[in-house]
C-alpha cells in the first residue's frame, strides 16, 4: 500500500507539471536569447573523446556493473560526431591527487532521498576506485538563490584543502543551483574547479514556465517530514526567465572549467510518469528526456561531452532497487548503466583538468 508521504513525494515530481500545455506565454520579461549551433555559442565538442573513455570503461569492467548496455546504444549521436582521439584510457585506480567528486541534487530530490540519491549507486563504484564522492543535501523545495547558501555551508564542511581539484556535478536543478552558487557566493567554489550539468537546468525549462502557477497554488502549500516547503521558489527557479536572467547579469567566468551532459531520450526510453511532460516538451523540440530540451541542459563556453539516451531520471536515479513495488510500474524505463556513466564522466573531465592545469 502507498503511504502518504509517499504518494506526496510522487505527486511533487510529477504532478506541478501535469496540465502544462504546448510552448511558452508571452512575455517580455525576460533577456533577449538565440538559439545557436554548440560552436557558435563557445562549446568545444568533445564526445567524440567521452564515447572513447565511455565504451573503453563498458568493453573493460561495464558487464559487471548494474544496467550494461552497449556503448552505442547508451549514447546518442547528434550530427557528425568528432571521431575517436586513439589516445590509451585510464581505468586503474584514482591517483593520489584525484579530484573530489561533489554531487548536488535536483528539484525534489529531498521529497526522494530515502528511495533514491542522484548517482548513489554509481558513487559506490567510484569509490572502489579510490575516488571520494559527495552527494550534498540541498533543500528539494526551495529556490538556488537558498541553496546557494547550503551548497557553500557543506563545501566548506568538507574541509577541502585550497589546492584540491574539486568536480562538482549538477544534476537537474542541481545544476542551477550551482550557477547561483558561483554568482552569489564567489568565495564558496574554489577557483579552477569543474561543474558539470548533467541533465542540468542551465537555461531553464518550458516544464517550470508552465507549470509554476499551478504548483504555487497547490504543491507548495503540501506539508512533508522528508520534504520542508522552503521558500517555495524551487520551480520559479528552472523558469527560462529565472534562468536567462541570472547568466546575463552573473555570467560564467573562465576562473572555471565547465561541461554538459545532456540526457536525450528516444523513443521508448521514457518512463510512464514523465510521459505528460514528454509529450508537452515534444511540441517544442523532440529532443528532450521528459523535463529538459537538450540545448538547455549546455553551459555557454563550456565543452560538450556526450548526449545520454535516458529520461532524466534514469540518468541519475536508481527507482528500482529500493522503489516501492507501486511506484515500479511508472519508472519502466529506469535502467541505464549509471556506474559506467558517473566513471566516464569523472574520468573525462579529470583528463581535461590536468590537460589545462586546472
Given amino acids: 500500500m502507498k503511504s502518504p508521504r509517499s504518494k506526496l513525494a510522487l505527486a511533487l515530481l510529477a504532478g506541478f507539471t501535469g496540465g502544462c500545455g504546448a510552448g511558452l506565454p508571452y512575455a517580455t520579461h525576460g533577456p533577449p536569447a538565440i538559439l545557436a549551433e554548440t560552436t557558435a555559442a563557445g562549446v568545444r565538442d568533445l564526445r567524440g573523446r567521452f564515447r572513447e573513455i ?8 561495464g558487464a559487471k556493473l548494474q544496467n550494461p548496455r552497449p556503448c552505442e546504444d547508451a549514447l546518442v549521436r547528434f550530427g557528425k560526431e568528432p571521431p575517436a582521439t586513439g589516445r590509451a584510457v585510464q581505468l586503474g585506480n584514482a591517483a593520489p591527487r584525484s579530484p573530489n567528486v561533489v554531487i548536488v541534487p535536483g528539484i525534489f530530490g529531498e521529497c526522494v532521498s530515502r528511495i533514491s540519491l542522484p548517482f548513489e549507486d554509481a558513487a559506490a563504484h ?5 575516488y571520494k564522492v559527495h552527494i550534498l543535501k540541498v533543500s528539494g523545495r526551495s529556490s ?4 546557494a547558501g547550503q551548497i557553500e555551508r557543506q563545501l566548506k564542511a ?10 562538482l556535478i549538477g544534476y537537474s536543478k542541481g545544476t542551477s543551483d550551482l550557477i547561483e552558487t ?9 577557483k579552477g574547479s569543474a561543474l558539470v550539468s548533467v541533465a542540468g537546468v542551465v537555461a531553464g525549462t518550458p ?11 497547490l504543491l507548495s502549500r503540501l506539508r512533508l517530514r522528508s520534504c520542508r516547503p522552503g521558500d517555495k521558489g524551487g520551480v520559479q527557479s528552472l523558469t527560462r526567465r529565472e534562468r536567462l536572467l541570472f547568466l546575463q547579469q552573473h555570467p560564467l567566468t573562465a576562473d572555471y572549467l565547465y561541461f554538459s551532459l545532456p540526457a536525450v531520450a528516444k523513443p521508448g526510453e521514457v518512463s510512464r510518469a514523465l510521459l505528460p511532460t514528454r509529450r508537452t516538451l515534444d511540441r517544442i523540440d523532440a529532443r528532450n528526456d521528459g523535463q529538459v530540451i537538450h540545448h538547455d541542459a549546455i553551459y555557454p563556453q563550456g565543452a560538450l561531452l556526450g548526449y545520454a539516451n535516458a ?4 540518468v541519475t536515479l536508481d527507482f528500482t532497487e529500493r522503489a516501492p513495488f507501486w511506484m515500479r510500474p511508472f519508472t519502466n524505463r529506469n535502467a541505464y548503466p549509471r556506474s559506467t556513466l558517473l566513471e566516464a564522466i569523472v574520468r573525462s573531465v579529470e583528463e581535461e583538468m590536468v590537460r589545462t592545469g586546472g
Fill in 54 to 61: 565511455f565504451c573503453s570503461i563498458a568493453k573493460d569492467h
Fill in 158 to 167: 568538507l574541509g577541502l584543502s585550497g589546492g584540491d581539484p574539486l568536480i
Fill in 182 to 190: 558561483l554568482g552569489r557566493r564567489r568565495n564558496a567554489i574554489p
Fill in 126 to 130: 567510484l569509490r572502489i576506485h579510490g
Fill in 144 to 147: 538556488s538563490e537558498h541553496n
Fill in 207 to 217: 516544464i517550470a514556465d508552465r507549470g509554476e502557477g499551478a504548483y504555487r497554488r
Fill in 311 to 314: 529520461d532524466h531520471w534514469a
